[in-house]
C-alpha cells in the first residue's frame, strides 16, 4: 500500500487510499498517515490503551518530493502486472471470496427477515 499511496500522491492524483483488513496494530501504525483506514474494534482499543507515539509514516509532501517514474497500462499490461505480483492477486482473490460470502449471508439474512 505504501507504494501506491506514494504514487498518487507524487503524481497529484486525486483519489483516497485506504488500508484494511489489519491482523495487528503493527500493520496500522505502519501506515499511518494514509487518507483512511478501517480498523477493527479490538484494534482500536489495543491502539487506545498504548501510550506509545503514533508517527506518520505516510505523508503526500514527503511522497511528492520522491523520484518516481509514472506508469500506464493498457488492461493487458495491468493484467501481467497484477499477476505478477502473487501477494495482490492473492488478496484481491481472497477479499472478492469474502465479499461474495459476506453478500450471500446478507441476501439469507433479508429473506428470512421478510
Do not use: C, W
Not at 501506491?4 to 485506504?18: A, D, L, P, S, W
Request: net charge negative; hydrophobic share 50%.
Amino acid at each position: 500500500m505504501r507504494a501506491i499511496y506514494n504514487h498518487y500522491k507524487h503524481f497529484g492524483i486525486r483519489t483516497e487510499v485506504m488500508g484494511a483488513s489489519f491482523r495487528n496494530v503493527g500493520q496500522i501504525i505502519a501506515l499511518a498517515g494514509s487518507d483512511l483506514l478501517t480498523i477493527a474494534p479490538e484494534l482500536l482499543a489495543k491502539l487506545a490503551e498504548s501510550n506509545e507515539p503514533v508517527t506518520r509514516a505516510l505523508d503526500p509532501q514527503a511522497a511528492s518530493e520522491l523520484e518516481l517514474t509514472a506508469v500506464s497500462y493498457d488492461e493487458a499490461g495491468f493484467r501481467y502486472a497484477l499477476n505478477a505480483d502473487a501477494m495482490a492477486t492473492e488478496k484481491l482473490a481472497e477479499g472478492i471470496r469474502a465479499f461474495a460470502a459476506d453478500a450471500a449471508k446478507l441476501e439469507q439474512m433479508m429473506l428470512a427477515s421478510a
